[in-house]
Nanobody
Framework: QVQLVESGGGLVQAGGSLRLSCAAS????????MGWFRQAPGKERELVAA????????WYVDSVKGRFTISRDNAKNTVYLQMNSLKPEDTADYYC?????????????????WGQGTQVTVSS
């Protein structure tokens, strides 16, 4: 089992940047596929970015390609989401999640463990 704690959210102006971090407990972090999801008010939760065990493979939803970068440091049990050129439509609660079974996971139901989320607000 793994516990996940997100940090780094906040209020930023459009065009600005934020870096989210997700710290994981447990010894098997390096064998979990990791993902960042977001949920805006009134909308369904969506996968924003995913990364494989070693970090060699990544996936992004089209709306963030070229602006967001997911990375991980297995020595620190941490996964990051660097968000640049932020837009008001990026405003949401952001969650990290862990999948212990797949190399990389792009489906929400593949993820077993979830953090409590961090809020990101982008003002226009």
């Amino acid at each position: 089992q793994v516990q996940l704690v997100e940090s780094g959210g906040g209020l930023v102006q459009a065009g600005g940047s934020l870096r989210l971090s997700c710290a994981a407990s447990g010894r098997s972090f390096s064998s979990y596929a990791m993902g960042w999801f977001r949920q805006a008010p009134g909308k369904e939760r969506e996968l924003v970015a995913a990364i494989s065990w070693t970090g060699g493979r990544t996936w992004y939803v089209d709306s963030v390609k070229g602006r967001f970068t997911i990375s991980r440091d297995n020595a620190k049990n941490t996964v990051y989401l660097q968000m640049n050129s932020l837009k008001p439509e990026d405003t949401a609660d952001y969650y990290c999640a862990a999948d212990p079974r797949h190399l990389i996971a792009t489906m929400q139901d593949q993820y077993d463990y979830w953090g409590q989320g961090t809020q990101v607000t982008v003002s226009s």
